[in-house]
């Protein structure tokens, strides 16, 4: 259990240090990823940044996620549950053309008119408070190796087992300080998971 997002992000930090993790750039996931990314880069000692990503909605329950798109148009589809669930070509090119825009302009928000990620080369570390379909997280991953990271690292302080072992084969090196066997969503493990406002999130970009 953790106190709130910092007493996360400083755990993860120790234990990314323990496991002898460095990081060209650390890449939080707006909203809660970057009060947990906040002291992940100040122990790394690495820039801090953001990466964003959108689900992609079922068209019956914009909840379920099907895939997910990165701020940059990397796309990961859940090709299984799309054949199961029928969902037509078209209605995917047109979720993952809404949700793109989205994610693209929350970036542009966030990172104030700097110019694109320039990742050749580098190792990332992305970090986001918690993982519960992997969808959004899979989106980043792959954003940042489009945006030419050598290396990707995943940091998150808790997701279920089946997500995390997925996330295994996106990124270069997994790290996770909880996989409990019993999980219903990320909240539950922690005391305070209150909602960030984009004007808080947008503060830990400051100590850069």
């Not at 000692?45 to 019956?60: E, F, H, N």
């Not at 899979?138 to 190796?145: Q, S």
């Not at 005391?191 to 970009?205: I, N, R």
Request: negative net charge; contains cysteine.
């Amino acid at each position: 259990m953790f106190a709130d997002r910092t007493d996360a992000g400083r755990r993860l930090a120790d234990l990314l240090v323990d496991r002898g993790v460095t990081a060209d750039i650390v890449l939080a996931v707006p909203r809660g990823g970057l009060p947990v990314a906040r002291p992940v880069a100040d122990r790394l000692d690495a820039p801090l940044d953001v990466i964003a990503a959108k689900k992609l909605g079922s068209p019956w329950n914009p909840e379920l996620a099907v895939g997910a798109v990165a701020s940059d148009g990397a796309v990961w589809v859940n090709a299984d549950l799309v054949e199961d669930l029928g969902i037509s070509e078209a209605y995917l090119d047109e979720e993952t053309g809404r949700q793109h825009a989205v994610a693209a302009e929350k970036t542009e928000t966030y990172r104030e008119g700097k110019p694109p990620l320039d990742l050749d080369g580098l190792t990332a570390v992305v970090v986001d408070d918690g993982v519960a379909t992997g969808a959004t997280t899979i989106a980043c991953i792959r954003g940042a190796r489009e945006a030419g990271a050598e290396r990707v690292v995943l940091a998150v302080p808790v997701g279920p087992p089946d997500t995390v072992e997925r996330l295994r084969a996106e990124a270069d090196e997994v790290v996770c300080l909880l996989i409990p066997p019993q999980f219903h969503a990320v909240g539950q493990f922690y005391e305070s998971f209150t909602q960030v406002s984009d004007e808080e999130a947008m503060s830990y970009l400051d100590g850069n």
